[in-house]
C-alpha cells in the first residue's frame, strides 16, 4: 500500500478550529450511543482519529478506545487532549497497518471525517477494508463517514461552507473548496488568521479519490460487510443522493468476502 499524504494534516495546527466541536458531538452523541448499545460495544478502534474527539466520547461512556493515525502530528496533538484520560490509547498508524500495530480485536471501528478517500487507489482502499475486517469481533460494527461525493460530483459543487472560530485573541476563517482532476479532486483549506489589525493565510491542499455510495457499498458487501445502512450524517438523518452532506455508512463484519 502506497503511504496516504499527510502533510495538509501534519501542517494543520488550527485543525481543532476549523470544527465546533462541543456542538457537533453533542449533536452526533445520540446515534454513536443508539448503535453501541444496540452491538454491544465495548471496545473502539477510531481509525484516522485526528485529534481524537470522537475518541474522548466514546471514552466519556466507559468504552475502552483505541486511535490512530499516520499523521504524527495529529497523534501528538490526541495524546496532549487526552491528559487526565490515559485510558485511551492513541498510536501511529496508517490505513492497512491496524492488525500490525493496534490489532485488537475490537467490537466497532469508525473511520470518521472524509478520511478513506484519502486512498488514491482502488487496491489501496480494498486493503483498508480487509484491515477493518480483520480487527473487528465477529459481528462487530463499522461505521464510515465521508463527503457525499455523490452531490459533489454531480454539481459539481467545488465550495464548502465557510467556518470561522476565535482562540486567544486570534481570528480564524478556513475557506475549504475542491478542484476536479480526472478521477480525483483536491482537497484544499485556505486559513486566514487576523492577529491585532494584520491578516496572514496559509494554504494546503491534498488529493482525493472521490468514493460514491454504490461502489463502496459493492466493495463492503465483497470484503464480508452485511446489513448495510446509509444515513445523511452522523445524526442518523435519511441517505439522500442529491442533498446529504455526508455518506455515513454502517456495516456489520460477516465471512471475508472475495475482492477480485
Known amino acids: 500500500m502506497e503511504p496516504m499524504e499527510v502533510p495538509l494534516y501534519?501542517?494543520?495546527?488550527?485543525?481543532?478550529?476549523?470544527?465546533n466541536w462541543p456542538s457537533r458531538l453533542r449533536?452526533?452523541?445520540?446515534?454513536?450511543?443508539q448503535l453501541f448499545r444496540r452491538h454491544r460495544v465495548q471496545s473502539?478502534?477510531?481509525?484516522?482519529?485526528?485529534?481524537?474527539?470522537?475518541?474522548?466520547?466514546f471514552s466519556r461512556w466507559g468504552l475502552r478506545v483505541t486511535g490512530t493515525d499516520l499523521s504524527s502530528n495529529m497523534i501528538r496533538r490526541a495524546r496532549e487532549n487526552a491528559v487526565g484520560n490515559p485510558s485511551i490509547q492513541f498510536l501511529e498508524a496508517g490505513f492497512g497497518e491496524v492488525q500490525q500495530k493496534?490489532?485488537?480485536?475490537?467490537?466497532?471501528?469508525?473511520?470518521l471525517g472524509s478520511s478513506l478517500p484519502h486512498l488514491l487507489s482502488q487496491a489501496d482502499l480494498d486493503a483498508a477494508l480487509v484491515?477493518?475486517?480483520?480487527?473487528?469481533?465477529?459481528?462487530?460494527?463499522?461505521?464510515?463517514?465521508?463527503?457525499?461525493?455523490?452531490?459533489?460530483?454531480?454539481?459539481?459543487?467545488?465550495?464548502?461552507?465557510?467556518a470561522s472560530?476565535?482562540?486567544?485573541?486570534?481570528e480564524y476563517l478556513f475557506f475549504r473548496f475542491f478542484d476536479f482532476e480526472g478521477e480525483r479532486v483536491v482537497f484544499h483549506v485556505i486559513t486566514f488568521m487576523?492577529?491585532?489589525?494584520?491578516?496572514?493565510?496559509?494554504?494546503?491542499g491534498t488529493p482525493q479519490r472521490p468514493l460514491l455510495k454504490a461502489d463502496l457499498e459493492d466493495h463492503l458487501s465483497r470484503t464480508g460487510f452485511s446489513q448495510l445502512a446509509?444515513?445523511?450524517?452522523?445524526?442518523?438523518?435519511?441517505?439522500?443522493?442529491?442533498?446529504?452532506?455526508?455518506?455515513?455508512?454502517v456495516g456489520i463484519r460477516g465471512a471475508m468476502g472475495q475482492l477480485n
Open 10 to 19: 501534519d501542517r494543520f495546527d488550527a485543525y481543532d478550529l476549523l470544527i
Open 27 to 33: 449533536s452526533e452523541a445520540p446515534f454513536f450511543r
Open 44 to 57: 473502539v478502534l477510531d481509525v484516522a482519529c485526528g485529534t481524537g474527539r470522537h475518541a474522548h466520547l
Open 102 to 111: 493496534a490489532p485488537g480485536p475490537y467490537d466497532a471501528v469508525t473511520c
Open 131 to 162: 484491515d477493518f475486517h480483520a480487527v473487528l469481533n465477529p459481528g462487530g460494527l463499522l461505521i464510515l463517514q465521508n463527503n457525499n461525493y455523490d452531490a459533489i460530483l454531480q454539481g459539481p459543487r467545488r465550495f464548502m461552507p465557510l
Open 165 to 170: 472560530a476565535r482562540q486567544a485573541g486570534r
Open 194 to 204: 487576523k492577529e491585532g489589525k494584520a491578516w496572514s493565510y496559509q494554504a494546503d
Open 230 to 249: 446509509c444515513y445523511g450524517d452522523c445524526r442518523g438523518s435519511p441517505f439522500d443522493p442529491q442533498e446529504s452532506p455526508n455518506l455515513v455508512i
